[in-house]
Structures are given as structure tokens and as C-alpha cells.
Nanobody, 116 residues
């Protein structure tokens, strides 16, 4: 059974930073591309945030470029997302998943609220 567990969210003021973590189990982590997605308030669809391949190639959504860093630790089966210069528009629930995503893999996500 695949389990993805996100953590690291919270409330932060505009301009602040957060680092999210995701622990994966039930998959051969090192053989999977991984990604972060988010669901913003009022929208049902999750949107892509960042991706890291099994070969450590990365790419980011346009809204995150220059403000975020995705990384992974295969020894720990973990993927991370560092987000800096947070904006109120970054308020969302953040999820990790494989890339391409598998709908049956969604976890509960971690909530980020950016507000002054």
C-alpha cells in the first residue's frame, strides 16, 4: 500500500519561508520521479508546483521560479520543497505525489496559510 505523508505547513507572513517534507512508503522511491502539487482555496483541481526526476533533474511552475527548491533524499524516501518569499497567493494545501501523478496516491497534504 502506497502512503505519502506531507508535513511542514503552517501559518506564515508574506515574505516568509517554509520547508515541506514528504515521506513515501510502498513504492520504490529511487525509481520514481516525484512532484509537489497544491490545491488553492476555492479550486477543486490540484496544480503542479515542482518536479524532481529520479536523476535529480528539476523543474518548477512559473509562479515558483526563483522562489522554490525541490530536493530528494532517496536513502530516507523523502522529497522536500523549500518555498521562499511566500505570497498570500501561495495559500493552499500542498501535496506530494509521483510524477506523473497517481490519483490513488494522494495523501492528506499540508496546509499553508500566508497572511499578515
Amino acid at each position: 500500500q502506497v502512503q505519502l505523508v506531507e508535513s511542514g505547513g503552517g501559518s506564515v507572513q508574506p515574505g516568509g519561508s517554509l520547508r515541506f517534507s514528504c515521506t513515501a512508503s510502498g513504492i520504490v522511491f529511487a525509481l520514481n520521479d516525484m512532484a509537489w502539487y497544491r490545491r488553492v482555496p476555492g479550486k477543486q483541481q490540484r496544480e503542479f508546483v515542482a518536479h524532481i526526476s529520479k536523476d535529480y533533474m528539476v523543474d518548477y511552475a512559473d509562479f515558483l521560479k526563483g522562489r522554490g527548491t525541490i530536493s530528494r533524499d532517496n536513502a530516507k524516501n523523502m522529497v522536500y520543497l523549500q518555498m521562499d518569499k511566500l505570497e498570500p497567493e501561495d495559500t493552499a494545501v500542498y501535496f506530494c505525489n509521483t510524477y506523473p501523478l497517481r490519483v490513488e496516491y494522494w495523501g492528506k497534504g499540508t496546509l499553508v496559510t500566508v497572511s499578515s
